[in-house]
């Protein structure tokens, strides 16, 4: 058996691979774990707003090929994993989030919790909800334009609006997804995150609920000897970095 590669290693293995190699399987349970290192990835507020979508089943597969326009990296994936970020599941996971305090903290009387408890419980009780609750986007550019009052004298949290919100989701999913390919590099797997698709499609194929959103569909196999389609650019690193 291979050895683990380092989280280094992992990382410099890593390509976006384009064909995967048709005669090698893959170990369905490997990619399983894989995605339970993916919600070990950080998240705001802890509100986990994520799905994972693990298809191996041929059929889905061929639909799913279709829906990410036949690319190459779809086509020959020996299974695909669908990251889906999930706003509208908040009031859920934020529940969880108290749940799981109280079992810590034990479920007792409010005036019993320590200063430290209280805050942990409120953030999730009260600071959450007027930040997520929304209707029709109206409500998210009127906190926009309080919370950008307030911001004139004295730093405040300023993403509230709907397409803000979006974005912390996706962003908190993007981090999972990473964690998934870069534990899939360690075990010697390949991938190929796919931006490209017919977002609606995938959502049928799924049977997601309106308020899901695809952040990416992620080809999963061993790269064929041709699959990396050229050598690694990456702009130059002091473009890019700045020490202060």
Known sequence: MTPEKTVTEAIQYRRSVRVFDKD?????????????????????SNLQLWEFYHVT??????QLTEACLGQNAAK?????????????LWKQRAKANVDFLKSLYGDKPKQEYS??????LNYYQKLIPPIYA????????????????????????????????RIVAHKSAGLAAQNFMISMAAIGYDTCPMEGSDTLRVKKILKLP????INMVIGCGV??????????????FETTYFEL
């Open 115 to 120: 200063r430290r408890e209280k805050f942990a």
């Open 57 to 62: 089943d041929e059929a889905v597969l061929k």
């Open 210 to 213: 309106r308020g899901a959103e």
């Open 223 to 236: 790269r064929d000897e041709n699959g990396v389609y050229g050598p690694q650019f990456r702009v130059p």
């Open 76 to 88: 020959t994936a020996k299974q695909l994993v669908v990251v889906v970020a999930r706003k509208d």
């Open 24 to 44: 090698i399987e893959i170990d369905t349970e490997k990619v399983k774990q894989c995605v339970k290192n993916a919600v070990l990835a950080p998240t705001s």
């Open 134 to 165: 929304e209707f029709l986007g109206i409500y998210g550019w009127l906190k926009y334009v309080v919370f950008n009052c307030i911001g004139l004298f004295r730093p405040v949290y300023r993403q509230v609006r709907l397409s803000d919100l």
